[in-house]
């Protein structure tokens, strides 16, 4: 029948089909009937969390040629809700064309009481190689998770840090809000001091800091969103915030960049209002091999349309995933986005080197534009799969699972920002390619070692992660 799906893992539906091929055969239009569908293995989570991601209900009919189809996309969509280290969903003919559909589940650690231990830096690269590792930038203290405090997918997050940076922040989700599961919000707060403020990029596209015996920056922020997901691929975010930042008097000082917050004053509040499109449909939300996702968020900063911190954004972003035979995979992403108006504060510019938006190759530099787009092409191949069992008796986590993929790329992108900021990189066409391999093991928790070469002439070794929740 169908055995536990794990990451990455294909369902084996074929002893079910060798039920149903005949029917099929003879009869392309054939119906079947579910009878039942039960769901096991969730001591938490609510049932109807589970029965919401089904792309059917009892009394459904589906057609038989497409079972397959729903059912996998059913499994993808449970597994998707990041609840879950394991799902399997398996199809039973009771009688007839009738079918009963059996979900098993096999809930995370949802309870995370971490120590925590961040970089001030923009990635790890950049903290060994620019900084030597040094400890004195780091910033730690304890946090507080948990990702299913209801049993309703919702999270609350505390942290509270010290070291180069103090931060007390809590923020709690809840995407199942009302009856009909199709409403969520989230609401989010937090005060930051800082003591280094990355205050202007130099021409050779490095960030230059702003250290100050005391706290150079202080930043309060708070936010609220509703969610609105009435099926089961699209998101519709609203959210609304509001900043307030207070930096050192030097930071506006001529020998510094007097454009950092676009005005002669060391101190800003401003609203922010955004809305999100998302569309999300893989088999993995983590690390997808199949499907697609895209959207786009437009963010307006500020009351006014010029001046001071004013401003308004649009991004769109599309990524295609595409499984091919003997375990290949290759995906395609692309992201774009303009800003206006153009002479708009220093704090605005962010463009390339920031999260998730970069080239690979290109880790230790930073673009700022107002106008970017970024193309990213990976082919890659699972090469081996492997558990490893855990020492201790945790019936949670009888053991750890690492599936390894080795991968080549291409990237290109540009960023455009106006001509008294170019710098090196800006306004030109950027390119960069490489190999690696990725290491995909509990949780999703994925670590790419990534070796790359820049249009500059640059080589290099990367390391990136990024975890399940």
Do not use: C
């Not at 609220?224 to 008097?249: E, M, T, V, W």
């Not at 000082?253 to 005005?263: E, F, Q």
């Amino acid at each position: 029948m169908l055995a536990t799906v794990k990451a990455q893992e294909r369902p084996d539906y074929s002893g079910f089909y060798d039920g149903i091929r005949t029917m099929v055969a003879a009869d392309s239009t054939s119906k079947l009937h579910v009878a039942s569908i039960t769901v096991s293995g969730n001591k938490k989570t609510k049932t109807y969390i589970v029965l919401r991601e089904i792309r059917f209900k009892t009394g459904d009919s589906i057609s038989a040629s497409r079972l397959y189809e729903t059912l996998e996309q059913s499994r993808a969509l449970i597994y998707n809700t990041n609840l879950f280290s394991e799902v399997a969903v398996i199809p039973l003919i009771t009688t007839g064309s009738d079918i009963s559909i059996n979900v098993i589940v096999k809930e995370k650690w949802y309870i995370y009481p971490t120590p925590q231990f961040k970089l001030v830096d923009r990635n790890l690269n950049e903290w060994v190689n620019t900084y030597n590792a040094d400890l004195n930038r780091v910033i730690y203290g304890a946090k507080f998770a948990h990702y299913n405090l209801s049993g309703r997918g919702d999270q609350l997050r505390i942290y509270l840090l010290t070291g180069y940076a103090r931060t007390f922040a809590v923020s709690y989700t809840a995407p199942y809000s009302n009856s009909a599961l199709t409403e969520g919000f989230s609401v989010s707060g937090g005060y930051t001091q800082s003591r280094e403020v990355q205050y202007k990029t130099s021409y050779d596209n490095k960030l230059l800091l702003f250290k100050a015996d005391g706290f150079a920056r202080n930043n309060l922020s708070l936010a609220a969103s509703y969610q609105l997901r009435r099926g089961y691929f699209r998101k519709h975010i609203f959210s609304l915030g509001y900043n307030y930042i207070d930096i050192s008097d030097s930071i506006i000082d001529p020998k510094y960049n007097p454009a950092y917050l676009n005005g002669d004053k060391t101190y800003v509040g401003y609203p922010e209002l955004s809305y999100t499109f998302q569309y999300t449909n893989t088999d993995n939300i983590n690390y997808p091999l199949k499907g697609k996702i895209f959207g786009g968020t437009i963010l307006k900063r500020g009351l006014g349309l010029t001046g001071g911190i004013n401003a308004v954004s649009i991004e769109a972003r599309y990524s295609r995933y595409i499984p091919h035979s003997r375990n290949w995979n290759s995906s395609f992403q692309f992201n774009a986005n303009v800003k206006a108006p153009f002479k708009t504060a220093y704090i605005n510019q962010r463009a390339f080197g920031y999260s998730d938006l970069y080239l690979r190759g290109l880790e230790y530099y930073v673009i700022d534009g107002v106008l970017t787009s970024l193309a990213k092409y990976t082919l890659k191949k699972k090469i081996i799969s492997f558990q490893i069992p855990v020492p201790f008796r945790i019936k949670a986590l009888p053991f750890i699972p690492f599936t390894i993929f080795a991968k080549t790329y291409a990237d290109a992108g540009i960023v455009y920002n106006r001509k008294e900021l170019d710098t090196r990189l800006n306004n030109r066409f950027l390119y960069s390619t490489g190999f690696g391999i990725d290491i995909l093991t509990l949780y999703d928790l994925n670590f790419k070692l990534e070796y790359s070469f820049n249009q500059l002439g640059e080589n290099g070794l990367f390391l990136h992660a990024k975890g399940g929740f």
